[in-house]
């Protein structure tokens, strides 16, 4: 350890583990400026989160894990925290990643587990402690397609085309808003749920961009996963799974084929921004390997998006215009049966 940062990290946790012989492993990053390491101290482990103050806030993920763990939701306590600095120190989750667990065999028993456990987390009220998911944020989101995306493919979209982005994305957001609102994790899925030693309930992890939002949100991002695909069919037999276990304010007015669509369209303003999202940390981050699941995301899009006769427009830009040179720069996506 030899950077100023890193002998700060020793004299914090020096002082919070009241001893100095403890190991620091560093682990592999993600995709933001937060780093993580695993801290050993007498065959007890925890979790460093080290997050400079001038490129990452930490103080949102504390408020919201602190709020989660009070409210019943599986996250990692807060052993001891240093807002100034920048350091947190955690429970630790292990390392069992629910996406290494999934296989045909499992992923129902698994899934109805996940399930259980955003239906606890929707029950929450959040109002106040979240930002709203709102119309302009929904928009944001999905101009990272034509920001990131298209000029990654050098398409220029014509006025006409213009247009016609505007009103789809208009279509989508207002489909998100009509739905009922919940506290929605906004990163709900198999990278970020993890298997606990002795536990039933999944550890929930990178929940500090929380908003309240539609209720199908999390939902999507969990039975379809831009990292892994399962079969149409069984996805929406997991949308019965999980419309059953919703309370029945939610099911009011809103039989279950009102719930599939909701969660379609929810999943299709999704699909669009994870299209720009995974450009942009290619192109301005430097981070490409997000760039081989982009494939699989358009081919979401364009299967998802068959039935509603309101993105019909917006489906034959993208075929026309897009894809030729989607293909050819991203590739395409190898279907499963």
């Not at 100034?84 to 955690?90: A, E, H, I, P, T």
């Not at 998911?133 to 213009?162: D, F, G, N, R, V």
């Not at 081989?292 to 309101?310: F, T």
Request: glycine share 4%; net charge negative.
């Amino acid at each position: 350890m030899n950077t100023q940062r890193e002998q700060t990290i020793q004299t914090w946790l020096t002082s919070v583990l009241k001893s100095d012989q403890f190991q620091i492993h560093f682990l592999a990053g993600d995709a933001s400026f937060r780093r993580y390491a695993r801290i050993t101290l007498n065959n007890k482990t925890f979790m460093l989160m080290d997050a400079p103050p001038l490129v990452e806030e930490c103080g949102p993920f504390v408020a919201i894990d602190e709020f989660f763990d009070q409210n019943g939701v599986r996250v990692p306590h807060i052993i001891a925290k240093d807002l100034v600095q920048g350091f947190l120190l955690l429970e630790d989750f292990g390392d069992i990643l629910l996406s290494t667990q999934l296989n045909d065999q499992t992923v129902d028993s698994h899934y109805a587990q996940s399930f259980q456990q955003l239906i606890q987390l929707q029950s929450i009220d959040g109002v106040g402690h979240f930002p709203d998911y709102s119309y302009e944020k929904l928009i944001t989101e999905m101009e990272l397609l034509t920001a990131w995306l298209l000029p990654s493919l050098k398409i220029e979209p014509t006025k006409e085309e213009q247009a016609l982005i505007k009103r789809t994305f208009a279509i989508l957001a207002n489909a998100a808003l009509a739905q009922p609102q919940v506290i929605v994790h906004r990163d709900f899925h198999s990278r970020n749920l993890m298997i606990l030693e002795n536990e039933t309930e999944q550890g929930v992890i990178d929940f500090q961009d929380a908003v309240i939002g539609a209720d199908t949100y999390d939902l999507i991002s969990i039975t379809r996963d831009a990292y892994v695909q399962w079969n149409a069919d069984r996805v929406y037999q997991w949308f019965k799974t999980f419309y059953d276990l919703l309370p029945a304010s939610a099911q009011q007015e809103r039989d279950f084929e009102q719930f599939k669509r909701d969660a379609d369209l929810m999943a299709i303003q999704r699909h669009i921004k994870i299209l720009g999202i995974f450009v942009r940390l290619f192109e301005r981050d430097g981070k490409s390997g997000y760039l081989k699941d982009l494939p699989r995301v358009m081919w979401y899009l364009l299967e998802e998006s068959k039935p509603y006769a309101e993105l019909k427009p917006f489906m034959q830009f993208v075929q026309q215009r897009v894809m030729p040179k989607f293909e050819e720069k991203y590739g395409t996506y190898e279907v499963l049966a």
